[in-house]
């Protein structure tokens, strides 16, 4: 009897144990920390860990409610330096500490209702609203920081507490996150509210179905991401005592990864406050042991990404359930409301605006519209032409990538690293291609293997691939051969250097791709119904690894040109690039849902983000101005798009 009770027990606990997953890692790792470093499970260490924690916890509950109901909120980085910011434009004043804190938080909830506003008022993608939210805020709060000097002193008493007090052994900021921990647990457990979080992320058309109002509580969840993310800037402004230009940077991208690492994957209506607690947990553990350790910091970068990735694995394995649904509305897509006239306009919309912004431009710079500025403008932005195109793949066959720029980087160095190690220029080029087809490879292996979701599989590459470019270099920029950087600077027609050819390649095998190939119907068909493709027999799972690779082929291509073009590898080159790629390709018309998608609406969209660079870059204008302009017109462009669907809805006619 015993022996049929062990088994029994066995079967039972499993369940447990795969649902706890990340607990029981998390336990794992500080026994383990414990055993192998006497300093680690000091008190004082233990309390370090705790401060460390505090903001990186509170963004964590900030990500966790926009998942929850099935969203993504990538403006809470700017919105942490936007609230740190006013935070202390406040104190500068002669303000009071209190009133300082509630225009932090304040700062924060009204990015979170414009968030809101678009992305349910309008029906936009939340990636692609908060992304153009990211750039917006941090331009504004760059202005607001240029005013004192780029450089903001915190002083005030609740601050100074915040930052030197403890409660019973608990730094005080570390005891306001896990308060805000327990009210979050609170809400989404115990309150209506909170039900009806979950139920419109679990099942959103059975909530609509049951009278839930959805837009009205998923605008209330980037509300209150955004209260959170500038509660989370109060937090830092206190801890560091200093507000610089680079506070925030990366941040929503930690977020992500705190409530992925917790949940071990980003499933709509499950995720909860518990996950964010254990992801930050794991996160600041092991950042805090690999400093204790002597690690330097350019590899704990990689080691966070590696690890997100790791735990991406684990729990796919453990729950052997698809997450590719998990951000469902993240994918949202406002072409689906509208009626194919209502489509056209919209197409044209942003065609007149792209024609409308070269006027602007031509009209407030006359240099902007000379021939050898036409020239500049087609070579600074060569790389993102040829990103968007792979990015229109993977974007039409609902296998989002973020992680190019990263890669771009990790290829230029590795073929650097080659030709300084003795290498022949075309090998050592090679040998960085052949590093870029093995980060996509690996994340193929990954999504198509285990159904993972692609956007969270390349955020983790995003991170790992980006913190071992700058390992690999100690963050210093390596030269390249003069020859090939000639090579690709060498006029060849007309003032053009290579560079339009490789544009005009990548374009013309990405309509072969598309027009020609079965695997441009494939493409369509796993991005708009993936039902029918099992139907039809064709593994999903080895068309994404196929999707991928050839996804890495343009970013190969890409890092070919950048590093041409640069004449070095530089470890921070390609940053943000994976993020105009996507927003080019949305503008210009592409489903974020998948499914629907043509690269003559991808050459428009990069023609608009590059006559905005360049327009914006010979105006000669601050990072600040830059930012808040670019943000801005990136939204006005996005709700441009949009306004069709409501003025024309599907169903209507002429």
Request: proline share 4%; glycine share 12%.
């Amino acid at each position: 009897m015993n022996a049929l009770a062990l088994p029994q027990r066995s079967r039972a606990l499993a369940p447990l144990l795969t649902r706890n997953a990340m607990i029981v890692a998390a336990v794992a790792l500080i026994v383990a920390f414990v055993i192998t470093s006497p300093v680690f499970g000091t008190p004082a260490n233990a309390a370090n860990i705790l401060r460390q924690s505090a903001s990186v916890l509170v963004l964590g509950l900030a990500m966790t409610l926009v998942v929850l109901i099935g969203g993504i909120d990538l403006s809470v980085g700017s919105v942490v330096l936007a609230s740190a910011t006013f935070s202390g434009i406040v104190l500068a004043i002669g303000g009071h500490p209190a009133i300082a804190v509630v225009a932090g938080i304040g700062v924060g909830a009204l990015v979170g209702l414009v968030n809101a506003i678009l992305v349910e008022g309008l029906r936009i993608s939340p990636v692609i609203v908060t992304l153009g939210s990211m750039i917006a805020v941090r331009g504004l709060a760059l202005i607001a920081l240029g005013r004192f000097n780029s450089w903001v002193e915190i002083k005030g008493p609740i601050f100074d507490d915040l930052a030197r007090r403890t409660v019973a052994g608990i730094p005080l900021d570390a005891l306001v996150a896990i308060l805000m921990a327990l009210l979050v647990a609170f809400v989404l457990k115990r309150t209506t509210l909170g039900r009806a979080w979950h139920a419109v992320g679990d099942a959103p058309v059975a909530a609509r179905l049951a009278g839930l109002r959805v837009r009205r509580l998923r605008g209330l969840a980037y509300v209150g991401c955004g209260a959170l993310a500038g509660l989370a800037g109060v937090l830092v402004a206190a801890r560091t005592g200093l507000i610089s230009p680079s506070v925030g940077m990366g941040l929503e991208f930690f977020a992500i990864a705190v409530v992925a690492l917790g949940a071990g994957g980003l499933p709509a209506g499950r995720v909860s406050a518990l996950h964010a607690v254990v992801g930050t947990l794991i996160l600041m553990m092991i950042f805090n042991y690999m400093t204790i350790r002597g690690v330097p910091g350019t590899w704990q970068t990689t080691v966070t990404g590696l690890l997100l990735l790791a735990a991406m694995v684990a729990g796919g394995i453990l729950n052997r359930r698809s997450s590719e649904v998990s951000t469902g509305e993240a994918f949202r897509d406002e072409y689906a409301e509208m009626s194919p006239a209502g489509a056209r306009l919209a197409r044209s919309a942003v065609l007149g605006a792209t024609v409308l912004l070269a006027l602007v431009f031509a009209f407030v710079n006359p240099r902007f519209a000379t021939l050898a500025n036409l020239f500049a403008l087609v070579e600074q932005n060569g790389t993102l032409a040829i990103i968007a195109v792979g990015a229109m793949l993977g974007i039409v066959s609902r296998t989002v990538d973020i992680a190019p720029g990263s890669v771009v980087a990790l290829g230029a160095v590795v073929a650097a690293l080659a030709a300084k190690a003795g290498v022949p220029v075309p090998l050592a080029l090679l040998v960085g291609i052949l590093a870029c087809i093995a980060v996509y490879g690996l994340n193929g292996l990954i999504v198509g293997g285990l159904r993972l979701d692609p956007l969270i599989v390349t955020l983790a590459a995003w991170i790992w691939a980006r913190g071992l470019a700058v390992s690999l270099t100690g963050a210093t920029t390596l030269s390249f051969d003069m020859g090939f950087v000639g090579f690709m600077n060498r006029p060849l027609f007309a003032g053009f250097t290579l560079v339009p050819i490789v544009i005009a390649g990548a374009f013309f095998a990405g309509w072969i791709i598309l027009a020609r190939l079965p695997l441009g119907l494939r493409i369509y068909a796993v991005g708009g119904d993936p039902r029918m493709l099992r139907q039809a027999g064709v593994g999903e799972g080895r068309l994404k690894l196929v999707i991928l690779l050839v996804m890495s082929l343009y970013t190969a291509a890409g890092m070919l040109v950048m590093l041409g073009r640069l004449g070095a590898a530089a470890p921070t080159a390609g940053f943000g690039l994976e993020l105009d790629a996507i927003v080019a390709v949305i503008i210009g018309g592409a489903s974020f849902r998948g499914g629907t998608g043509r690269l003559r609406d991808t050459a428009i969209g990069v023609a608009f983000l590059a006559i905005l660079n360049n327009g914006l870059s010979g105006l000669q204008m601050g990072d600040a101005q830059f930012f808040l302009i670019k943000g801005t017109l990136i939204l006005a462009a996005l709700t441009l798009r949009a306004l069709p669907a409501i003025l024309m809805p599907r169903g209507a006619t002429r």
